[in-house]
Structure formats: C-alpha cells, structure tokens
C-alpha cells in the first residue's frame, strides 16, 4: 500500500469519488449532502492524499481544506473491499501531518448519523463530538466533530 499527496484531478480518483457518492446520497436528503466538486479538490488550500494497493490502483482517498481558523476534512473513502486494512486511518494521519507542517492545528468534519464506521474510526483518531462550524446548521443528519494538534514545539541548537 502507497499513501501519498496527489491531485484529486485524476480519472481513477474522480471515480472514488463517485462511488462516495453513490453511496452516501442515497442515505441522506440531498440537503444533508454536503460534498465538494472535483475543481474545489484541486485549490492550493487542499491538501489531497490517495492510497495505491500493490499494483498501483487507487483505492482510498481523502482532502483536507484549510480555512483560516481549521482544517476541514472532507472525501474520505476507501473502497469497501480495501476496508479494515487501516488505510483510512493511514489517509487520515498523512493529511493531518501535512496541514500541520502547513500551519493548522485544529481540525474539523461533518459526517452523517448513519456512519459507524467512519464515527468510530474518527473516534480513535481522537476526534470529539460538537456542534456546528463555518457555514453549517444544526441538522439531525449531521455529526460535526473536531480534534485540535498540540503544534510540535522547535528544537533550536
């Protein structure tokens, strides 16, 4: 398994992202939708991981969007045959290491109510429970956590 930071602008990665899709839509009002376009994925405020299995076929990915204050995670999937391998959690480590090289040390997402796996795997990443952020509302079909980075402190000689 490959993990690394590639663009989101990819055919195999567009249909990771369509399988996201075709998977969460149904579970929730479109309202409750709340995924961002591939041209959104591709801004120099994204950072963007992809994980490769051995023969170098995407089968994981995951964003991280750096606002001001916090990064949102965003697009994590892996492919449900590639599941229970810890690549998510690999996924999730690589882009919080690289937005906190970028500066950002607190971390935000929204996922849906009817996703055990992904609260739970958020859950032992250290990700907490609470309420809405940025431009979200309240809704019963939401779950916003967030986990703040202690900065690593620098060693001078």
């Known amino acids: 398994m490959r993990i690394a930071l590639e663009t989101p602008d990819q055919p195999e990665v567009i249909a990771l992202i369509d399988e996201l899709d075709a998977y969460q839509k149904p ?3 479109a309202e409750s939708h709340h995924g ?3 041209d959104v994925l591709c801004r120099p405020n994204v950072i963007f991981a992809v994980a490769r299995d051995a023969g170098g076929a995407a089968v994981g990915c995951g964003a991280i969007v750096l606002e001001r204050e916090y990064g949102e995670l965003k697009r994590m999937f892996t492919r ?3 599941r229970g391998r810890g690549i998510a ?3 999730l480590r690589l882009l919080e290491s690289e ?3 970028r500066g950002c040390a607190q971390f935000m997402l929204e996922t849906g109510h009817l996703q055990p796996e992904a609260l739970a795997l958020y859950e032992r990443c250290g990700y907490r429970r609470r ?4 431009d979200y509302a309240e809704d019963p079909n939401s779950v916003f956590m967030g986990k703040a980075i202690t900065p690593a402190r620098l060693h001078h000689p």
């Open 89 to 91: 959690g690999a996924l």
């Open 80 to 82: 449900p045959t590639h």
């Open 131 to 134: 309420g809405p952020f940025g």
């Open 99 to 101: 937005a906190q090289r």
């Open 36 to 38: 961002i376009p591939i």
């Open 27 to 29: 579970l929730y009002p």
